[in-house]
């Protein structure tokens, strides 16, 4: 094997084990790193890690504890630079240059002010050899929410949209089910891949949901369930609120919230955000976004409904798409799924990026994907 394919190969196999974190390491990026030994032509990994829940520890210090003494002399492939900082762990550049690791293949720069280079800096002055930018782009696009959280100050927000061969997300007070079994599980993976579900008060009213992720084995994959709910109309005996203790559920409410029904929602454990009304007396989403980046979400799955998607659009704070298409029509008149702020962003070639459709069981799968 060509040494340029086994580094390219070492650093597919990072990214592989740094998706496994998706969803369960905010406030901190999901990050994989992988340790191997040559013997003859043949790569041998002797160590792999994945940050781990919560956020800590580091990949890196669980592939070199795996490694253990077989890292001496040995490289290493990481989808984001090493840290340089002490935070709540020590810096994983140190426990390399201790490994006696030689050499580092970092995909891109960690943007945490706290690193931003200086990790990668660490290294070389150790006398690793550190070499960036392999799969940059793959690894940019795993770490988006991170990215998103630490530069732009909000979370990666993905919209998760269902409509009727007619284009509609279903009749008012009820949303219909438009997804087959193949797509619900495509979007149950979709939650446990995500920091947080959100959702507009009247999904909570029309259905109330449960919002938790239901495959089996991986219920305690559920991520938090979030109700944008300016006048605080969440229901004491919803689904959301009844089941908070075990998955965590947040309301996102304006200022002015009946503060009888609040203490009785925080007595079940809700956790109550209030942030300014926008323009059209509803809450702020962009300030809305901002508040739940610093209390650490770094991704969102928004799975309704029509009015959240359009109101997200319109203070551009879409990132993805995926829009599931049944094969029936609803045929008569409903709720559009796709109102028109999103649908002309979405039809702006240079805006966003769309994928050829799939087939999701009986369902049809666009997704979408914002550029830059
Ligand atoms: C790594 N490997 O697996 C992760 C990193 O609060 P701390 O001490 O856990 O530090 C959090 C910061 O560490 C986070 O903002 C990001 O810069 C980096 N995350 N770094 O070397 C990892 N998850
Ligand atoms: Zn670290």
């Not at 340029?4 to 969803?23: K, N, Q, T, W, Y």
């Not at 090493?82 to 935070?87: A, Q, R, T, V, W």
Request: with cysteine.
């Amino acid at each position: 094997m060509q040494a340029a394919a086994i580094d390219e190969a070492m650093m597919r196999h990072a990214l592989v084990l740094a998706r496994r974190g998706l969803g369960r390491t905010w406030p901190n990026p999901s990050v994989g790193a992988v340790i191997w030994r040559m013997q003859g032509d043949q790569p041998i990994v002797v160590g792999r890690g994945y940050t781990q829940p919560g956020g800590r520890p580091h990949a890196e210090t669980q592939a070199i504890a795996m490694a253990g003494e077989a890292a001496h002399g040995a490289a290493m492939a990481v989808t984001l630079e090493p840290c340089s900082h002490h935070g709540k762990t020590p810096p994983c550049a140190e426990a390399i240059i201790r490994s006696g690791i030689s050499r580092v293949i970092s995909a891109i720069e960690d943007p945490d002010p706290r690193v931003k280079g200086s990790g990668h800096a660490l290294l070389r002055q150790a006398g690793v050899a550190v070499e960036t930018g392999l799969l940059e782009d793959e690894a940019r696009a795993l770490n988006l929410g991170f990215i998103h959280r630490v530069i732009d100050h909000r979370p990666l927000v993905t919209l998760k949209l269902a409509q009727t061969s007619d284009g509609f997300a279903g009749v008012t007070g009820r949303q219909l089910m438009v997804s087959s079994a193949a797509s619900k599980h495509r979007v149950h993976l979709a939650r446990a891949a995500h920091d947080a579900i959100m959702v507009g008060i009247g999904t909570v009213l029309a259905d109330n949901p449960d919002l938790t992720c239901r495959l089996p084995g991986m219920m305690q994959f559920s991520p938090v369930r979030i109700v944008i709910d300016t006048h605080l109309n969440t229901p004491i005996d919803s689904r959301l609120v009844e089941t908070c203790q075990s998955v965590p559920t947040w309301i996102v409410a304006g200022p002015n919230i009946p503060f009888e029904k609040a203490d009785a929602l925080r007595a079940q454990g809700v956790v109550i955000e209030q942030v300014e009304l926008g323009s059209d007396r509803r809450v702020d989403l962009g300030l809305a976004l901002q508040r739940l980046a610093e209390r650490g979400l770094t991704r969102i799955l928004s799975e309704g409904g029509p009015l959240l998607a359009e109101g997200l659009a319109k203070v551009d704070v879409v990132d993805c798409v995926s829009l599931y298409t049944s094969p029936e029509p609803l045929g008569r008149d409903g709720n559009l799924a796709v109102l028109p702020g999103l649908k002309k962003a979405l039809g702006d070639k240079k805006r966003f990026m769309v994928s050829k459709p799939v087939a999701s069981g009986r369902d049809t799968l666009v997704q979408y994907k914002r550029r830059g």
